[in-house]
Nanobody, 124 residues
Framework: QVQLVESGGGLVQAGGSLRLSCAAS????????LGWFRQAPGKERQFVAG????????HYSDSVKGRFTISRDNVKNTVYLQMSSLKPEDTAVYYC?????????????????WGKGTLVTVSS
């Protein structure tokens, strides 16, 4: 069992930066693939970034590639999402999720555990 708690959301101007954190409980954190997803009002949840259990593999949605960076610290049981050059269209609730397979899965239906989310609002 893994419990995930996101933090770091807030209000930022377009062009600014934020770093989201997701703290996990559970002894098997280092074996899980982790991902960030987001959901804007009235829209479906979409994949943002994923990282494998070792941190050796990452991938990103086209909409954030080059602006966002996912990383993890298996000692601190934490995964991060560094967001730069933020745009108003990045406004959403951001969720952290874990996949028992260890893969950086981009399909939210394969994720086994979810946090409750943190709101990011980007003003123009």
């Amino acid at each position: 069992q893994v419990q995930l708690v996101e933090s770091g959301g807030g209000l930022v101007q377009a062009g600014g930066s934020l770093r989201l954190s997701c703290a996990a409980s559970g002894r098997t954190f280092s074996s899980y693939g982790l991902g960030w997803f987001r959901q804007a009002p009235g829209k479906e949840r979409q994949f943002v970034a994923g990282i494998s259990w070792s941190g050796g593999t990452t991938h990103y949605s086209d909409s954030v590639k080059g602006r966002f960076t996912i990383s993890r610290d298996n000692v601190k049981n934490t995964v991060y999402l560094q967001m730069s050059s933020l745009k108003p269209e990045d406004t959403a609730v951001y969720y952290c999720a874990a996949d028992q397979s260890g893969a950086p899965n981009s399909d939210h239906s394969y994720m086994d555990y979810w946090g409750k989310g943190t709101l990011v609002t980007v003003s123009s």
